[in-house]
């Protein structure tokens, strides 16, 4: 006959049966922290966002207020074939060259040097953009540079003419 003594077996058990409830708690702290984490998470996230709102809504105000960033640069009919005229863009203090070609086209860029910022001039027997700094030439149909120091192309403005006038319209800067 069986009898029921408390034995190793008995033990051995009642061992199981306390890992069996700290694993069952474990889960359970487990699900918690993960309940806790994602909650977290998106309170941050929503946090984030109200805090990012202000600075969305003055980079979509601030892009309106580029596009209608347009200044008056000349009547072209005082901007013969050959001649360029300098201005200001898109600040008082980036200095820029409107060149009208031989060939009638409007070119555009900023004028200080991407060497070490002389002025640059049209240069009308060669067609070019000058740099008398350090002999910097530059294309005058796309502002790279293509003689001595400088590396990194003029600033481009696009301009647009409306009723003979000639606007500065945007600025697309290339390469830093
Ligand atoms: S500053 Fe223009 S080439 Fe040096």
Redesign the pocket.
Known sequence: MKTNKPGRNQSQSKDEMVNLVNNVNRQEDLKLNRRAFLKATAGASVALGLATLPFSVHAMIGDFEDEEHRVEIVNLADLPKGSSVTFYYPTENDPALLVHTMAGELKAYNSA?T????PVFYEKEEEVLL?P????YFDLNNGHPIA???QRELPLIKTEVVNGIVYAVDRQVRHG
């Open positions: 040097c060497h070490l910022m002389c740099c700094c350090h002999k910097g001595g120091p400088p």
